[in-house]
């Protein structure tokens, strides 16, 4: 079954940076789009960065534009979300989402691993 494992949450200062992992296992990780979710205390969950099939184009939240970066490395399965210049309004529990038909409609998820930024 589609498994996803998140890692790299963490407590940083405001400007610090952070590197989110995804381990992803059961299907066939090269073929589906993959991206990262977020949900901040307080606020409706949002779609951070998406990547979609083979790495042939990319999505960013206006939000984090210019300070986020979504990679992958399909050999290994693991997408990653590296994070620059965090603001304290980036505090949130971050998702790892597989949209395996890459339709917007269903998603797997991880179970989640925090990030926290302090001012």
């Known amino acids: 079954q589609v498994q996803l494992v998140e890692s790299g949450g963490g407590s940083v200062q405001a400007g610090g940076s952070l590197r989110l992992s995804c381990a992803a296992s059961?299907?066939?990780?090269?073929?589906?789009?993959m991206g990262w979710f977020r949900r901040g205390p307080g606020k409706a969950r949002e779609r951070v960065a998406f990547?979609?099939?083979?790495?042939?184009?990319?999505y960013y939240a206006e939000s984090v534009k210019g300070r986020f970066t979504i990679s992958q490395d399909i050999p290994k399965n693991t997408l990653y979300l590296q994070m620059s210049s965090l603001k304290p309004e980036d505090t949130a529990m971050y998702y790892c989402?597989?949209?395996?038909?890459?339709?917007?409609?269903?998603?797997?998820w991880g179970q989640g691993t925090q990030v926290t930024v302090s001012s």
């Open positions: 059961g299907y066939t990780y090269g073929s589906s789009c």
């Open positions: 989402a597989a949209d395996l038909a890459c339709t917007g409609q269903t998603y797997y």
């Open positions: 990547i979609y099939r083979g790495g042939s184009s990319t």
